[in-house]
């Protein structure tokens, strides 16, 4: 079983732990992680362009010319969907929803294989559950990833629970940082970090949402 190495709040090895078996994948789902990313983003876009038609466009209530005797094509409006500033055919509207459907088999198989990665790369750290502030102290975190060499890289904090609220408010001051409690990791956050500081408590966590 793949180790991780525990960390203190100073940066400091403190020992190693066990990854959690469900968060260990011999061959990543590539598809899976695919269908979960796209999910994702799509989830994420507003929906609020919109276009107007014929009907909604101010103005073309008079004939541009005559119906005969012109030369041209009959035109009934110049807010017909052929001329400059006339309405759009089928143009987006606000109702569109873009969510996509994953099933959670395939959400849960997208997670594990991009942890699993990270496992495998040695690009993960778990903080010792005891590591806690009085106060949010960004500087405290600035210095764990001096001590790591890992300051200037993508890093994802991992927390269990709202009692370490401080930590989460420390962690998301330091820039190309983000800090998320389990129930908010999705697949798109461990690929795009370069790093990954999970809270001991929070590798366990983690296993029973992908189990």
């Known amino acids: 079983m793949s180790k991780i190495k525990l960390i203190d709040l100073t940066g400091k090895i403190i020992g ?10 011999d ?6 992680i695919f269908e979960s990313v796209i999910a994702e983003n799509a989830s994420q876009r507003q929906g609020t362009h919109s276009t107007l038609t014929k009907g909604e466009v101010r103005g073309g209530g008079k004939k541009p010319y005559a119906q005969k ?17 006339g309405g759009v055919v089928f143009g987006p509207k606000p109702t569109r929803n873009y969510k996509l459907k994953v099933n959670n088999k395939v959400t849960k198989l997208a997670l594990a294989s991009a942890f699993s990665e990270k496992v495998k790369n040695a690009s993960i750290y778990a903080l010792d559950d005891k ?3 009085t106060k949010p102290n960004t500087k405290s975190i600035s210095n764990l ?5 890992i300051n200037n890289k993508k890093i994802l904090f991992i927390f269990n629970n709202d009692k370490t609220e401080k930590l989460v408010k420390s962690a998301d001051n330091i820039d190309r940082a983000c800090a998320k409690l389990v129930k908010q ?9 370069n790093f990954i500081i999970a809270q001991q408590s929070a590798l366990a966590a983690l296993a029973k949402v992908v189990a």
């Open 16 to 25: 190693d732990v066990d990854t959690p078996k469900s968060l260990l994948i």
């Open 69 to 85: 005797h012109t030369g041209n094509a009959r035109q009934g409006s110049v807010r017909n969907p052929h001329y400059v500033g």
């Open 27 to 32: 061959k990543p789902h590539n598809q899976a």
């Open 131 to 133: 590591a806690n502030v």
């Open 145 to 149: 990833l001096k001590t790591l060499k």
């Open 185 to 193: 990791v999705s697949t798109k956050d461990v690929l795009h970090a």
